[in-house]
Protein backbone atom coordinates (compact mmCIF):
# COMPACT_ATOMS: atom_id res chain seq x y z
CA UNK A 1 0.00 0.00 0.00
CA UNK A 2 2.93 2.61 0.66
CA UNK A 3 4.36 1.97 -2.67
CA UNK A 4 0.94 2.64 -4.15
CA UNK A 5 0.42 5.55 -2.31
CA UNK A 6 4.01 7.12 -3.07
CA UNK A 7 3.60 6.28 -6.63
CA UNK A 8 0.31 9.22 -6.45
CA UNK A 9 2.90 11.65 -3.97
CA UNK A 10 1.74 10.05 -0.75
CA UNK A 11 4.61 9.46 1.45
CA UNK A 12 6.86 9.83 -1.56
CA UNK A 13 11.15 10.49 -1.41
CA UNK A 14 12.02 14.54 -0.88
CA UNK A 15 14.60 16.51 -2.53
CA UNK A 16 16.14 19.92 -1.64
CA UNK A 17 18.61 21.89 -2.79
CA UNK A 18 20.19 24.20 -0.83
CA UNK A 19 22.72 26.99 -2.48
CA UNK A 20 25.21 28.74 -0.32
CA UNK A 21 23.77 32.03 -1.96
CA UNK A 22 21.14 32.48 -3.92
CA UNK A 23 22.98 35.75 -5.21
CA UNK A 24 24.39 34.93 -8.56
CA UNK A 25 25.35 36.39 -11.86
CA UNK A 26 25.60 34.87 -15.53
CA UNK A 27 28.59 32.59 -16.10
CA UNK A 28 29.24 31.87 -12.50
CA UNK A 29 29.21 28.38 -10.79
CA UNK A 30 27.95 27.55 -7.55
CA UNK A 31 28.31 24.56 -5.44
CA UNK A 32 25.22 23.07 -4.33
CA UNK A 33 24.09 20.53 -1.77
CA UNK A 34 21.34 18.16 -3.30
CA UNK A 35 19.51 16.86 0.13
CA UNK A 36 17.11 13.77 -0.75
CA UNK A 37 15.51 12.27 1.89
CA UNK A 38 13.57 8.65 1.81
CA UNK A 39 9.58 8.29 1.92
CA UNK A 40 7.37 6.06 3.70
CA UNK A 41 8.47 3.23 0.73
CA UNK A 42 11.84 2.19 -1.10
CA UNK A 43 12.03 3.90 -4.27
CA UNK A 44 13.85 3.57 -7.68
CA UNK A 45 15.37 7.22 -8.04
CA UNK A 46 16.82 7.10 -12.14
CA UNK A 47 18.67 10.32 -12.38
CA UNK A 48 18.42 13.69 -10.48
CA UNK A 49 17.83 16.67 -12.72
CA UNK A 50 18.68 20.19 -11.86
CA UNK A 51 17.51 22.86 -14.37
CA UNK A 52 17.52 26.98 -14.13
CA UNK A 53 14.62 28.01 -15.80
CA UNK A 54 12.21 31.31 -16.21
CA UNK A 55 9.83 32.70 -18.04
CA UNK A 56 9.41 35.07 -21.42
CA UNK A 57 6.35 36.73 -22.51
CA UNK A 58 5.07 35.50 -26.25
CA UNK A 59 2.10 37.09 -28.24
CA UNK A 60 0.07 34.36 -26.77
CA UNK A 61 0.84 34.63 -23.37
CA UNK A 62 3.76 33.38 -20.98
CA UNK A 63 5.71 30.35 -21.27
CA UNK A 64 8.27 29.08 -19.32
CA UNK A 65 11.84 28.21 -21.00
CA UNK A 66 14.91 26.29 -19.63
CA UNK A 67 18.42 27.83 -19.46
CA UNK A 68 20.44 25.50 -18.83
CA UNK A 69 20.16 22.06 -17.68
CA UNK A 70 22.43 19.17 -15.86
CA UNK A 71 22.11 15.32 -14.73
CA UNK A 72 23.39 13.92 -11.02
CA UNK A 73 24.87 11.06 -10.38
CA UNK A 74 23.46 7.49 -11.44
CA UNK A 75 20.57 5.45 -10.65
CA UNK A 76 19.84 4.96 -6.65
CA UNK A 77 17.26 3.36 -4.43
CA UNK A 78 16.35 5.57 -1.66
CA UNK A 79 15.01 3.61 1.66
CA UNK A 80 12.38 4.39 4.00
CA UNK A 81 13.25 7.68 6.21
CA UNK A 82 17.16 6.95 4.36
CA UNK A 83 18.81 10.63 3.95
CA UNK A 84 21.29 11.06 1.22
CA UNK A 85 23.54 14.23 0.20
CA UNK A 86 25.13 15.28 -3.47
CA UNK A 87 27.30 17.62 -4.15
CA UNK A 88 26.42 19.62 -7.51
CA UNK A 89 27.95 22.18 -9.20
CA UNK A 90 25.68 24.41 -11.34
CA UNK A 91 26.94 26.90 -13.93
CA UNK A 92 24.70 30.17 -14.16
CA UNK A 93 24.50 29.80 -18.07
CA UNK A 94 25.58 33.04 -19.46
CA UNK A 95 21.66 33.06 -21.29
CA UNK A 96 20.68 33.90 -18.29
CA UNK A 97 18.51 36.72 -18.09
CA UNK A 98 18.65 39.81 -14.95
CA UNK A 99 16.01 39.05 -12.17
CA UNK A 100 15.30 43.03 -12.99
CA UNK A 101 11.57 43.69 -12.83
CA UNK A 102 9.17 41.39 -12.98
CA UNK A 103 11.79 38.39 -14.34
CA UNK A 104 12.13 35.70 -12.05
CA UNK A 105 14.72 32.82 -12.77
CA UNK A 106 15.02 29.64 -10.40
CA UNK A 107 16.46 26.30 -10.06
CA UNK A 108 14.28 22.92 -10.23
CA UNK A 109 15.54 20.11 -8.90
CA UNK A 110 13.36 17.31 -9.98
CA UNK A 111 13.92 13.20 -9.00
CA UNK A 112 13.06 10.97 -11.92
CA UNK A 113 10.89 7.98 -10.43
CA UNK A 114 9.51 5.48 -12.59
CA UNK A 115 5.75 5.06 -12.00
CA UNK A 116 5.56 7.93 -9.36
CA UNK A 117 5.35 11.62 -9.42
CA UNK A 118 8.27 13.14 -9.55
CA UNK A 119 9.22 14.92 -6.51
CA UNK A 120 10.51 18.40 -6.94
CA UNK A 121 12.52 21.85 -5.17
CA UNK A 122 12.71 25.13 -6.48
CA UNK A 123 14.59 28.11 -5.22
CA UNK A 124 14.66 31.20 -6.42
CA UNK A 125 17.95 33.34 -7.51
CA UNK A 126 19.12 36.95 -7.77
CA UNK A 127 20.48 37.03 -10.87
CA UNK A 128 23.40 40.17 -10.71
CA UNK A 129 24.72 41.83 -13.64
CA UNK A 130 28.21 40.91 -14.19
CA UNK A 131 31.03 43.65 -14.10
CA UNK A 132 30.86 44.61 -17.82
CA UNK A 133 26.47 44.63 -17.60
CA UNK A 134 27.21 46.98 -14.77
CA UNK A 135 29.15 48.88 -16.80
CA UNK A 136 27.14 49.83 -19.76
CA UNK A 137 23.93 50.63 -16.57
CA UNK A 138 26.55 52.82 -15.04
CA UNK A 139 27.02 54.10 -18.54
CA UNK A 140 23.86 55.16 -19.51
CA UNK A 141 23.27 56.20 -16.03
CA UNK A 142 25.81 58.85 -16.28
CA UNK A 143 24.41 60.05 -20.12
CA UNK A 144 20.81 60.50 -17.81
CA UNK A 145 19.04 57.26 -19.19
CA UNK A 146 17.04 55.71 -16.34
CA UNK A 147 16.10 52.29 -16.70
CA UNK A 148 12.46 52.03 -16.50
CA UNK A 149 11.52 48.40 -17.83
CA UNK A 150 13.15 45.04 -18.21
CA UNK A 151 11.17 41.72 -20.03
CA UNK A 152 11.86 38.58 -21.36
CA UNK A 153 10.28 38.55 -24.48
CA UNK A 154 10.08 35.65 -27.57
CA UNK A 155 12.73 35.97 -30.34
CA UNK A 156 11.47 33.95 -33.16
CA UNK A 157 13.31 34.79 -35.70
CA UNK A 158 16.75 34.28 -33.86
CA UNK A 159 17.81 37.76 -34.65
CA UNK A 160 19.63 38.07 -31.14
CA UNK A 161 19.51 34.78 -29.50
CA UNK A 162 20.33 32.34 -32.50
CA UNK A 163 18.95 28.98 -31.16
CA UNK A 164 17.61 30.61 -28.35
CA UNK A 165 13.91 31.27 -27.77
CA UNK A 166 13.85 34.50 -26.30
CA UNK A 167 16.03 37.71 -25.53
CA UNK A 168 15.79 40.20 -22.45
CA UNK A 169 15.14 43.80 -23.65
CA UNK A 170 16.47 46.64 -21.27
CA UNK A 171 14.09 50.03 -21.98
CA UNK A 172 15.99 53.40 -21.00
CA UNK A 173 14.46 57.10 -21.07
CA UNK A 174 16.22 60.17 -20.65
CA UNK A 175 15.66 61.83 -17.12
CA UNK A 176 18.16 64.33 -17.80
CA UNK A 177 21.43 64.93 -19.68
CA UNK A 178 22.16 65.45 -22.89
CA UNK A 179 19.37 63.53 -24.91
CA UNK A 180 16.65 64.86 -23.50
CA UNK A 181 14.40 65.95 -26.27
CA UNK A 182 16.00 64.31 -28.98
CA UNK A 183 15.42 60.64 -27.81
CA UNK A 184 12.63 58.79 -26.87
CA UNK A 185 13.91 55.74 -25.31
CA UNK A 186 16.66 53.28 -25.68
CA UNK A 187 16.25 49.70 -25.90
CA UNK A 188 19.62 47.93 -24.84
CA UNK A 189 19.98 43.83 -25.13
CA UNK A 190 22.98 41.72 -24.48
CA UNK A 191 24.62 38.94 -25.27
CA UNK A 192 27.50 37.63 -22.93
CA UNK A 193 29.77 34.96 -23.28
CA UNK A 194 32.74 34.64 -21.40
CA UNK A 195 34.80 36.38 -23.65
CA UNK A 196 32.80 39.20 -24.47
CA UNK A 197 30.06 41.36 -24.12
CA UNK A 198 27.33 42.04 -27.13
CA UNK A 199 25.53 45.34 -26.71
CA UNK A 200 22.23 45.24 -29.46
CA UNK A 201 21.46 48.97 -29.31
CA UNK A 202 17.90 50.77 -30.53
CA UNK A 203 17.48 53.92 -30.83
CA UNK A 204 14.07 55.32 -30.84
CA UNK A 205 14.05 59.26 -31.78
CA UNK A 206 11.29 61.63 -31.19
CA UNK A 207 9.80 61.83 -34.32
CA UNK A 208 6.28 62.79 -35.78
CA UNK A 209 3.14 60.45 -35.82
CA UNK A 210 4.10 59.32 -39.22
CA UNK A 211 8.06 58.17 -38.63
CA UNK A 212 6.31 56.31 -36.14
CA UNK A 213 3.85 54.82 -37.80
CA UNK A 214 6.56 53.72 -40.31
CA UNK A 215 8.82 52.79 -37.55
CA UNK A 216 11.11 55.28 -39.57
CA UNK A 217 12.15 56.39 -35.86
CA UNK A 218 14.35 53.53 -34.79
CA UNK A 219 17.88 52.98 -35.52
CA UNK A 220 19.87 49.80 -34.21
CA UNK A 221 23.62 49.32 -34.18
CA UNK A 222 25.88 47.48 -31.56
CA UNK A 223 29.19 47.12 -30.28
CA UNK A 224 31.85 44.93 -27.91
CA UNK A 225 32.95 44.70 -24.85
CA UNK A 226 35.79 42.83 -23.70
CA UNK A 227 38.15 43.88 -20.90
CA UNK A 228 37.09 41.87 -17.50
CA UNK A 229 36.27 45.09 -16.02
CA UNK A 230 35.62 47.79 -18.15
CA UNK A 231 36.15 51.82 -17.45
CA UNK A 232 32.57 53.34 -17.05
CA UNK A 233 33.96 56.36 -18.65
CA UNK A 234 34.88 54.58 -21.52
CA UNK A 235 32.02 52.84 -22.27
CA UNK A 236 29.99 55.89 -21.80
CA UNK A 237 31.73 57.46 -24.35
CA UNK A 238 31.02 54.77 -26.50
CA UNK A 239 27.32 54.52 -26.05
CA UNK A 240 26.90 57.70 -26.09
CA UNK A 241 28.97 57.71 -29.74
CA UNK A 242 26.69 55.09 -30.98
CA UNK A 243 23.46 57.07 -29.86
CA UNK A 244 24.69 60.23 -31.18
CA UNK A 245 25.61 58.36 -34.56
CA UNK A 246 21.48 57.37 -34.62
CA UNK A 247 20.03 60.54 -33.69
Known sequence: MKKILASVGIGNASVDTVLPSTTVSPGETVTAEVRVSGGDAAQSVSAIDLEVETRYRTEEGVEDATVGRMHLGEAFEIEPDEETTYDAEITIPWETPLTLGSTEVWVETELEIDMAVDPEDVDYLDVRPTPRMQAVFD?????????????????????????????????????????????????????????????????????????????????????????????????????????????
Open 139 to 247: AAEELGLSLRTSECSADPYGRYAGERRFVQEFEFRPSGGEFRGDLDELELVFVASAASLDVFVEVDRRGGILSEALDADERHTQFSLTDDDPDVASVRDRLREEIRANL
